[in-house]
């Protein structure tokens, strides 16, 4: 019978496979694989992918993991003004269901979405004595004040920081998922917590995501890609995502045998699709988000896979879309800031390119070395595939989790060579 027993707080999980949704029930999965008892605190889907809107239970089981959906009024798909309702009954529903079942759990794992999320673990901490470990995915308010969603020194930024401060120092640890994150999270942090960092990059699930030959590939018959070169990106399309290079490089290869593929939603999404439709570019095709099921067969059927976060947002997020790629074995061209987790990535690994916030023509002129050097990107592709196995699969993020977890909620101290903040640089 499982002594470990966690609460894991997250509003995205199953069926909702999007995203943190996605992560977290691989990462659910694989710890309830390793002795813990897994209940979840999250809300109901407001859309599941392949399958438009879904009902489903408020109490459900899913292999093992004990789900909770708490209620919530607005929708986290709408417009802000729904999103911060539904965030804000989100959290109300959660920390009541959260006390209600403080017999039932040891310690927390919370995530960073919605932002004032970590406020349930602080309340579990201060008044029931519960542990939290704070998994940051996305760094408020910085990202917020940076898309000019906040004044920089408006009285609500000021509150936002303090209260982000508050949640972070008062958790048993904070895990990062970038080295990049991890100095902007260190200047939040009291001097006491530096030693409470840990580094644990994201993940893909090593037995869904391998490479395949793309001649073979289901997926690039299904879309009728044919010989040309395929350009993809997929995820999410939103502001801090810099894919307008992608379309006016798109422009400039008119005449080349390439094709532009934009999978996924996002606020985006118009904007991109009028710029295409203004240039009356016949090279480009947008697909809503693809199965979960399919995953493998989508990202493997490229040629070369776009990553991208402009380097403004650096360290505030992470592209974790560039460990699937890496999985499929498909070499990656990183819209990125050099110096950011996933730019480094790239460069350590040698499994593709990496520009900068690229101008059109610098975009279209890595397509074109790409295209005439095909031989050259598989072998970059392969790189990314070997240290993916060595650093990025689903089983070495769940057993970083599980000796984190286990060290901060009973004491189990391991050796730790990936506290962010030490002497030497975490890989």
Known sequence: ?????????CQNFYPEMASTGMHMTELASRLERKDWDVRVYCSHPAYTIGEGKQDVPAEEE???????RVPTLGRGKDGLGSR???????LLATVRALVRDRDRYD???????????????????????????????????????????????????WIWERVSRLMLNRAAATVVIGRDMGELIRQKLCRAHYGTMHFIPN?????????KRREQNPFR?????GDRFLVQYAGGMGRTHNLEPLIRAASRLKEEPVLFQLIGEGNKKKKLR??????????????????????????????????????RFTGMSVPSKTYGIMASGTPILGFVDENS?????????????????????????????????????????RRGREIFEDRFTLSHAAERYDTVLQQYFYGNIQKDDRVVGSNHTPV
């Open 221 to 225: 018959q299904e879309q009728e890609v």
């Open 107 to 157: 310690g927390l794992l919370v995530t960073t979405n919605p932002p004032f999320l970590g406020l349930a673990g602080w309340y579990m901490t201060v008044m029931h004595d519960k542990p939290y470990v704070q998994l940051v995915y996305d760094v408020y308010p910085d990202i917020a004040v940076r898309l000019g969603v906040v004044g920089d020194n408006s009285p609500f930024a």
């Open 274 to 311: 009028r710029m295409t439709e203004e240039r009356n570019l016949e090279n480009v095709e947008f697909l809503p988000f693809q199965p979960r099921e399919e995953l493998d067969t989508v990202l493997a059927a490229a040629d070369l896979a776009v990553v991208c976060l402009e380097s």
């Open 1 to 9: 019978m499982s002594t470990k027993r966690v609460a894991l707080v």
């Open 84 to 90: 911060l309702l539904a965030a804000v009954t989100y």
């Open 341 to 381: 987790e996933i730019g480094r990535t790239i460069r350590e690994s040698n499994c593709g390119i990496v520009l900068e916030d690229p101008d059109a023509e610098e975009a279209a002129e890595a397509v074109r070395e790409g295209l005439n050097d095909q031989q050259e990107l598989r072998k970059k592709g």
């Open 62 to 68: 899913y292999n093992g993991i004990k789900i909770h």
């Open 203 to 211: 993940w893909s699930d090593e037995d869904v995501v391998v490479p």
